[in-house]
């Protein structure tokens, strides 16, 4: 029975390495497979820095993190990882070179991400990524085609949100006008009313025509931006 616990708790720790739990406890500590959790972060494509943080975390309950026994359960589970398909998959997304997978270690890897990235970091998805604003893929630097692509997706982008931006002023314009109206409907109203003195019939015309200048340079705003969209329009149309 309680070896199986002890099972249980090694198979647990493991685990909770590779689920990016780099705190350990007293019982952690005690029951750790230490080829294991090496291994678990090799497989895992994780470099070795978090040991410190386990052998730090043991130390605290008197107890030594065998490093020499992650280390070569490390080496192994890279040995699993940094494989051809894996390299080929991660270039294929247009993600940067794990450096774990040392090139002159795991050659296969190197040759498999270099397919990847190849495959990635072509014009139509530079184009892709530049029209969805993101940033230019450093993995991507050595390939002119994909640098193109985005420069050209990008300038579209920009086009596109400084579009959207006017569109938004035209509409919040055309709102303010339709309240300067709706002022000047209620200053209308006042000054037909029975119970409005003098004094408050001079003051609502004097509203009214400050409302319908508000409305005339508002007018006058709209005949702008609807040129700037125009011209911004036109531009995207020639990319």
């Given at each position: ?9 090694a ?11 780099a ?8 029951v ?6 090496g ?20 130390a605290?309950h ?13 080496k192994s ?24 997978c ?8 190197k ?8 495959g ?9 990524s530049?029209?969805?604003g ?9 390939f ?7 420069q050209?997706g ?18 919040a ?11 000047i ?19 609502a ?7 319908r ?8 705003e ?7 969209r ?10």
């Amino acid at each position: 029975m309680f070896s199986r616990k002890i099972s249980w708790f090694a198979t647990a720790a493991a685990f909770l390495m590779l689920a990016g739990c780099a705190t350990m406890n007293e019982q952690e500590c005690r029951v750790a497979d230490w080829h294991a959790i090496g291994y678990q972060h090799g497989a895992n494509g994780q470099g070795t820095q978090s040991f410190s943080e386990y052998q730090s975390d043991c130390a605290d309950h008197n107890i030594r993190a065998d490093f020499q026994a992650f280390k070569e359960g490390h080496k192994s589970g890279l040995s699993d990882f940094c494989v051809f398909e894996r390299g080929k998959n991660l270039g294929l997304k247009g993600a940067s070179y794990n450096a774990n997978c040392t090139a002159t270690r795991y050659p296969d890897f190197k040759a498999g991400y270099d397919m990847g990235i190849e495959g990635f970091c072509t014009y139509e998805n530079g184009l892709t990524s530049g029209k969805a604003g993101g940033k230019l893929s450093p993995a991507c630097s050595e390939f002119p085609r994909f640098a193109e692509g985005y420069q050209e997706g990008y300038a579209r982008h920009e086009l596109v949100t400084a579009i959207s931006r006017v569109d938004d002023q035209l509409t919040a314009t055309e709102q303010k006008i339709v309240e300067e109206r709706q002022f000047i409907e209620d200053s209308e109203a006042l000054i037909v009313s029975d119970g409005t003195t003098p004094e408050q019939r001079a003051d609502a015309l004097e509203d009214i025509n400050y409302h319908r200048e508000e409305i005339s340079r508002l007018k006058h705003e709209l005949l702008i931006l609807d040129d700037e969209r125009r011209e911004l329009i036109q531009t995207l149309e020639t990319l």
